[in-house]
């Protein structure tokens, strides 16, 4: 089964609306977590770095206002997108990193990912 | 020139063929990911390498760190390999992706 969960797995919300992205990991501890963003036909772009506990750092070009992350726990971080427009319409996709040593130790799963559709 | 390249881009065959993605990057890295995403955009990640070759069912993968250079190996390929395989640095740097698609 998933050991890192996305919620919703699809999403239309309306233009200036604010939608919420879930990512949980399920069967372990994760102080880091990333978001990425796909086109269609594209590869993963990575967003930003949700640190447990601090600020998100995120990469360049990306709109912190507009994607605002946070991830109060060891197990749950949430990406909001704010006065969504049509153009943020894309794949969101969310890793964790299962720190911990030994079998599936320092590995990366991948949330399902979330269809996001501003209409 | 992209940190991570992928060949080839597009790749069709028949079942049963053995199949190989490569995977070159320029940048130093801790590990390097073998992920594979379906039509409906759900990604598992299949390999986790930092050296040497990894063996899961019919799936093997393999990296040179001298070379920067990785392959994912397919055996006897069947059509629900169809899906694109994504070759990535760390969390970071993805490759644009090999689309598969093998036919019965």
């Known amino acids: 089964g998933a050991v890192v969960s996305q919620h919703p797995s699809r999403v239309i919300c309306k233009s200036g609306t604010s939608v919420k992205i879930e990512c949980r990991s399920l069967d372990f501890q994760a102080t880091t977590m990333f978001w990425y963003r796909q086109f269609p036909k594209q590869s993963l772009m990575l967003m930003a770095t949700s640190n447990e506990g601090s600020k998100a750092t995120y990469e360049q070009g990306v709109e912190k206002d507009k994607f605002l992350i946070n991830h109060a726990s060891l197990t749950l971080s949430t990406l909001t997108v704010t006065s969504a427009h049509p153009e943020d319409s894309s794949f969101y996709i969310c890793?964790?990193?299962?720190?911990?040593?030994?079998?599936?130790?320092?590995?990366?799963?991948f949330g399902e990912g979330s269809w996001l559709t501003v209409v | 020139k992209n940190e991570v390249e992928q060949s080839p881009q597009n790749l069709t065959a028949q079942e049963g063929e053995f199949i190989t993605i490569n995977c070159s990057y320029s940048v130093g890295i801790s590990a390097l990911h073998w992920l594979q995403q379906h039509p409906g955009g759900g990604i598992v990640s299949l390999f986790m390498?930092?050296?040497g070759k990894k063996k899961h069912g019919r799936l093997i993968a393999t990296i040179n760190i001298q070379e920067k250079h990785s392959s994912l190996h397919i055996t006897a390929s069947h059509p629900r390999d169809s899906a694109v395989y994504i070759c990535?640095?760390?969390?970071?740097?993805f490759g644009t992706g090999t689309r598969l698609q093998v036919f019965p």
């Open positions: 390498l930092s050296s």
């Open positions: 990535a640095v760390g969390e970071l740097i």
């Open positions: 890793s964790a990193r299962n720190p911990l040593p030994g079998q599936g130790g320092n590995t990366i799963y």
